[in-house]
């Protein structure tokens, strides 16, 4: 016969909602790259990565320099040449260099990556709609999380708060 004894309430310490987030943001990123995955399998493209693809997605109609990617948190230096490298052997990206300074390389999407992208923001749109309708939800997590950045970045640079 099951133990059907009140156990008392045990407080949850202050950290778990955080605590939570946290491995929800890590969680949801990979599942996010397993959907592209599978889109990309769907559509029959073999030749790059979901992470090659949200790269992609990420410069979108920009031209960019490879420093700004980096400096902006999405990639790490070999990790991005890498997956770069890729891209331009496959043909959704082209690279030259800078006009203005010749040490600069800079990127931008061929007609194959804005077609794939422009598949991706379809499919984003879906999600989009299906999820939230009119946005409202997002912008309330937009604005959490941007918050949730910025003090993640104060941290690293400034350390703890006196």
Partial sequence: ?????????????PFE????VT???ERLHRLYLDVIRADL???GIEDISAVQALLLTNIGSAEVNVRTLMERGYYQG???SYNLKKLVETGYLEQFRSPH???ATIVRLTDKGHDLTRRFEALETTFAKDFDGEGGAFRTMIDQLTNLERDWTD????????
């Fill in 1 to 13: 016969m099951p133990d059907t004894a009140r156990q008392p309430d045990v407080p949850v310490p």
């Fill in 78 to 80: 070999s990790n991005a």
């Fill in 17 to 20: 909602p955080y605590r939570a």
């Fill in 41 to 43: 399998g769907r559509m």
């Fill in 155 to 162: 941290y690293i640079r400034f350390g703890p708060r006196s």
């Fill in 23 to 25: 491995r929800l943001i």
């Fill in 101 to 103: 300074d010749r040490r």
